[in-house]
């Protein structure tokens, strides 16, 4: 889906970040001003400590900034008290990280479940599942599954609450490379068939033309946003 003109579902602006622990001060973001549309799909790349996380974890409001504002929406987040960054990020964002973080007790369905007893409007756990592709699996426990498998029910779990932005960090971080595509194409599928704005961080650049846009960060900072006039599907990537 082409970005969507009108109000974008992210403005942020002159964004910045530092940690400082004791004596050290790390700027981890050094002003960052960026839109992100509805229904996009955007990849964010750079070097190891570019401030990529550091990003994405602000647009999820898993933490804020230290100066600068971040508008969700109509919302400021950079204003949102712990109890408001919670309902946002419970009722409008999904997660998926590196490792898949599911409960070893529960089922696929189970840990899925999970979250449509906490949010408003749920989808059908079995919907969720089928959009992953993962429907006959779904009495399985997450050590009966493999990596590629127990991430799609990581995003299955992520988008079952019809989340407005599925936020992604290193999805494909500890998967192989025919897994890691299927991974992908998961993601492009969801941002394509439920308009789902997507926002993925890799270290693969080659993952890149998957994007509506890349946005390349160097040091904490923007370096160059590429728009990519034809966006080619996961299977047709290589690297
Ligand atoms: N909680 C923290 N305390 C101190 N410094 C931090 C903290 N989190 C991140 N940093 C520092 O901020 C900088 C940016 O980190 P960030 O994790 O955003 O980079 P990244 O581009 O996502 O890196 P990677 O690709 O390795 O995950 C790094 O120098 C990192 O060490």
Known sequence: MPPTPGAPLFRVH?????????????????????????????????????????????????????????????????????????RYRREHVGFVFQFYNLIPSLTVRENVQLVTDIVPDPMPVDEALDLVALGSRRDHFPS?????????????RAIVKRPEVLLC??????????????????????????????????HNAAISGMADR????????????????????PAELSW
Do not use: M, W
Request: hydrophobic content about 40%.
């Open 144 to 156: 009966q599954l493999s990596g590629g498998e127990q991430q799609r029910v990581a995003i299955a």
């Open 214 to 233: 890349v946005v390349v960060l160097a040091d904490g900072r923007i370096q160059r946003v590429d728009v990519n006039a034809h966006k080619i599907s």
């Open 14 to 86: 002159a964004v910045t970040k530092v940690y400082r622990t004791g004596e050290v001060e790390v700027h981890a973001l050094r002003g960052i001003d960026l839109d992100v549309f509805r229904g996009e799909f955007i990849v964010l790349l750079g070097a190891s400590g570019s401030g990529k996380s550091t990003l994405l974890n602000i647009l999820g409001g898993l933490d804020v900034p230290s100066a600068g504002e971040v508008y969700f929406g109509e919302q400021r987040l950079t204003d949102a008290d712990e109890t408001e960054l919670t």
């Open 169 to 202: 960090d290193e999805p494909t971080g500890a998967l192989d490379y025919q897994t890691g595509k299927l991974v992908l194409d998961v993601i492009a599928r969801i941002n394509q068939e439920l308009g789902t704005t997507a926002i993925v961080i890799t």
